[in-house]
């Protein structure tokens, strides 16, 4: 039972990354031939971004079962601390893709540390309570950002929280302006880079959730006196998948922020955070493959219904509507079993091994 089970989770799997694949080969194609509008090939970084956000989320709301609502927060550390790492970099590491390596390893990690030290306090909460809770430091981290001032000079970085307590020389150089933001970031996102961490992130929550510590958590949503009982730490796995998912964040938030030119607070507030958890809900707790389908179709789906002006939003509420009663809905999952492909396909070889039996037996 166990290695069936393997088997159907690692075809699941591979079909999930092979569909990655096949969506980067085709709109990769599109976009170098000049088939794409430009409108759609902006989309293309944020889209890889809002997926690395519904996975990684994900793994906290569908695999662990806690409603965490600060997950922009985590977005906004990795981020602001990518962006300050490139451009106080951007004179002395001449090459782009190592510096973009390094600013993405460093959004990921103050975001997973940032995971932790949130992480210990919170997580002995749950429910409401721990949604509340992550909202308010989404909120706190969102609002300290908007107010810092970071620049640097020959004698180093200068902090503050007003911008005549930064005082710099002549060769100094502002990189977070308060409520201004940052500016002049260098892109060096693109689409490929996006898929690629995709591909990591979803190589590793997948690993992660076929190991022993993934079905350890998934014992903890499931039952956690019985998980307590049996002598699983709680504590340890709860952190140690919420770090993961602030990691994962933290990537997200680099990805996102160095794609365009000017970073400022708007778009990690709470807002976002909603929107990340729309795409984990309407695409299923705990399918990977669902949120990755949830995010590319509400990523793409305003933009596609900017031309019905005052019932874009109208439309795309009826169209949220309906994605979640087919995700709800007994009778439209029974339909959707009974005519997938691969029910279809199942029935084709079962009807072809029975002939074959049948012609051996005459």
Same mark, same amino acid.
């Given at each position: ?12 799997? /591979? ?7 096949? =969506? ?18 902006? /989309? ?20 662990? $079962? ?30 782009? =893709? ?7 390893? *460093? ?27 992550? /909202? ?9 950002c908007n107010v810092l001032y970071i620049g640097y000079d020959?004698?180093? &970085? ?32 693109? &689409? ?7 591909? *990591? ?13 993934? +079905? ?31 990691? &994962? ?15 400022t607070t708007k778009k990690y507030d709470y807002n976002t ?16 493959? $669902? ?17 019905? %002006?005052?019932?874009?939003? /109208? ?18 999952? $029974?339909?959707?079993?009974?005519? %997938?492909?691969? +029910? ?5 070889? +079962? ?12």
């Amino acid at each position: 039972m166990k290695s069936l089970l393997q088997k159907k989770s690692t075809r699941n799997n /591979l079909i999930t990354y092979g569909a990655v694949i096949v =969506f980067y080969a085709v709109f990769q194609t599109l976009a170098t031939t000049g088939s794409l509008k430009s409108l759609y090939k902006g /989309l293309l970084v944020p889209i890889c971004a809002y997926v690395i956000l519904a996975v990684s989320l994900n793994l906290t709301v569908g695999i662990l $079962g806690e409603l965490s609502l600060g997950h922009a927060g985590f977005m906004c550390i990795g981020a602001y601390s990518s962006v300050i790492f490139s451009l106080a970099t951007h004179e002395t590491i001449k090459s782009d =893709f190592l510096r973009f390596l390094l600013a993405l390893i *460093i959004g990921g990690v103050c975001a997973a540390i940032f995971g932790i030290i949130i992480g210990v306090p919170i997580l002995r909460l749950s429910g409401d309570y721990l949604a509340i809770v992550t /909202l308010a430091f989404g909120e706190i981290i969102k609002n300290i950002c908007n107010v810092l001032y970071i620049g640097y000079d020959s004698n180093g &970085f200068q902090v503050g929280i007003k911008d005549s307590s930064v005082q710099l020389a002549e060769d100094g150089k502002m990189i977070l302006k308060g409520a201004m933001g940052a500016s002049d970031i260098p892109k060096d996102s693109t &689409f490929t880079i996006g898929i690629i961490l995709v591909l *990591i992130t979803l190589f590793v929550v997948f690993n992660f959730v076929d190991s022993r510590a993934g +079905r350890a958590v998934m014992s903890i949503r499931d039952n956690r006196i019985a998980a307590q009982s049996t002598g699983i730490n709680i504590t340890k796995y709860k952190l140690l998948a919420f770090t993961i998912s602030s990691f &994962f964040a933290g990537i997200a938030g680099t990805l996102y922020a160095h794609n365009y030119s000017i970073l400022t607070t708007k778009k990690y507030d709470y807002n976002t955070s909603i929107a990340i958890l729309v795409f984990v809900v309407l695409g299923g707790m705990g399918n990977i493959r $669902g949120s990755i389908i949830a995010a590319l179709i509400l990523t793409v789906l305003p933009e596609i219904l900017r031309g019905f %002006s005052e019932y874009r939003m /109208l439309i795309y509420s009826v169209v949220l509507i309906a994605m979640m009663i087919y995700n709800s809905s007994p009778k439209l999952q $029974g339909i959707k079993e009974k005519y %997938s492909i691969k +029910r279809i396909l199942d029935a084709k070889k +079962r009807a072809k091994a029975l002939g074959e039996n049948e012609k051996e037996a005459e």
